[in-house]
């Protein structure tokens, strides 16, 4: 079957899957490690108990999946989107919070400004574009910008995150991740009154003409999930 066929016979079953508008087929998609453990795992398997006849094959990686025609039916990003031919859809935010262990905080004095920040050891999470220059800002407009020398640099944010709960040194970590250990407190919020650009969680589309129901009901249970992690 040449290509033409292919993509023929692909849409004609796209198609017919859209009139059932009953997912079905594998769900394949991408997601960051950290934030698809945590988010997207219980998503994908509360898609599975509605739809038992489905299957699905997540994808959790810190380094972004290329999102190739037929490889995927969604990615999940956490961040700000670069300028793309995919198509998008905002689903949810989070912020980004600077923390380190108390006991780390103890040791190193009073931090009460970004300029504090430059003594202290830093790990940075290379998963991110820059990991290691940061822009603080307070309600009053006040603005500071930091730019670290990482004592440690590690690959992946999930890793970062049992670095600073061994007291390696301070990093920024997004708020889902660390509601826990933060109410515990085995991790500290730093400098509470300067807040770090919000981010945004997309699903992220091929730029295929028919998208299965599969994905749509996927992406509705996971903005479930959102709404009620952000209400608890």
Same mark, same amino acid.
């Given at each position: ?12 079953? %796209? ?63 956490? !961040? ?23 006991? =780390? ?22 998963? =991110? ?11 009053? !407009? ?25 007291? %390696? ?12 250990? =933060? ?50």
């Amino acid at each position: 079957m040449n290509d033409g066929a292919q993509a023929e016979a692909h849409d004609s079953f %796209a198609e017919i899957a859209e009139a059932s508008n009953r997912p079905q087929g594998t769900l394949r998609v991408a997601a960051p490690n950290d934030y698809g453990t945590i988010m997207v795992v219980p998503a994908v398997a509360e898609f599975l108990r509605r739809y038992p006849d489905c299957h699905a094959d997540l994808r959790l990686n810190d380094r972004r999946v290329d999102l190739l025609e037929g490889e995927l039916d969604v990615s999940i990003r956490v !961040g700000w989107l670069a300028d793309s031919s995919f198509k998008a859809r905002r689903m949810g935010s989070f912020n980004q919070l600077l923390v380190a262990s108390p006991n =780390l905080l103890d040791s190193l004095g009073k931090v009460s400004s970004p300029e504090d920040l430059a003594t202290l050891p830093f790990v940075a999470n290379t998963a =991110l574009p820059d990991p290691t220059s940061w822009s603080f800002s307070r309600t009053d !407009g006040t603005e500071a910008k930091f730019h670290a020398g990482p004592s440690l640099s590690i690959d992946t944010t999930q890793a970062v995150h049992a670095a600073l709960l061994r007291g %390696a040194g301070i990093s920024v970590l997004p708020d889902f991740s660390v509601p826990a250990d =933060l109410a515990a407190g085995h991790l500290a919020h730093v400098l509470p009154k300067w807040s770090l650009p919000t981010g945004g969680i997309f699903a992220v589309f091929p730029s295929a003409r028919f998208r299965p129901p599969r994905v749509a009901q996927f992406t509705e249970i996971l903005i479930e999930g959102i709404s009620h992690a952000r209400n608890d």
